[in-house]
């Protein structure tokens, strides 16, 4: 239901003016969001102050930091952040700007989805670090947060990879309904934020290994969010995530092609010295 008034709908974007450097209005977003493909979501780029954003990136806690889950198997390779009380002041900042009810009036504007809850307890976001090698199978979401029972609506990725080139892979994947063809790639540049409605159709993920230089990562910040279960909606059945049928024999995955990224260039060229020379 929407709780504000068309007037003070049109005042939003306004109300984040010293925030954020919005380029198109609400309805133009909006226009962008329903008609997108193959499933619902918006790219913002250079919105956020990029100054935030640097101290948000200086801020990274150390991969061997215990913070971190290592998340490490066929489906996926990446490190999240679980400790949101140890966040830096940048990153603070940034959470309290997309946790504020201005931000979730602008989300809701632009996605007819109302009456959003955040989550301070940033289950499942905060920062995800993909390294060299890293991956994540082609997937929905979790459709329950993880002990409140809310229903989970959006997801919104804030990329924070200055110098990002397209061969470094990483892009962010977008399949149709039944996770069975890539439509979109995004590629994951700093300052570029994804915001995407999560339903049991949202098939996405980074399936290919990142290919960045020994030393990189492929670096992001996340937030849900989430609503009530509405009154007459079907009733939901809790799920985690779910893979796409063919993940597990990922077509762009490649052993011989994994080791080669995992391989930093000065050995790989002289490994191909040495078997020239035999």
Sequence with gaps: MNVMSPEKNAGIAALLSDRLRLTEDTDTLRTSWETAKPFKHIILDDVFDPSLLDRVCREIPRIDDDTWVRESDERIKQ???????????????LVTLLHSAAFLYFLSEVT??????????????????VPRGGFFNVHVDRNIAYSTGLVRR???????NKGWKTEYGGQFELWNETGTERVKSVEPIFNR???????????HGLPAPVACPPGQSRNSF????????KPGEAQIKEHTSVYAPNSMRRKSFNVREFAKDLTPPLLLRTARKLLSNT
């Design 79 to 93: 490190f999240n952040h679980r400790s949101p009380v140890s966040l830096g002041q940048g990153a603070s900042e």
């Design 112 to 129: 007819g989805i109302w009456e959003l809850l955040p989550d301070p307890y940033l289950q499942g976001a905060s920062y995800h670090v």
């Design 154 to 160: 959006l997801a919104l990725m804030l990329y924070l």
């Design 193 to 203: 934020a994804l915001i995407f409605e999560v339903t049991d159709t949202s098939y």
């Design 222 to 229: 996340a937030v849900y969010y989430h609503t009530v279960p």
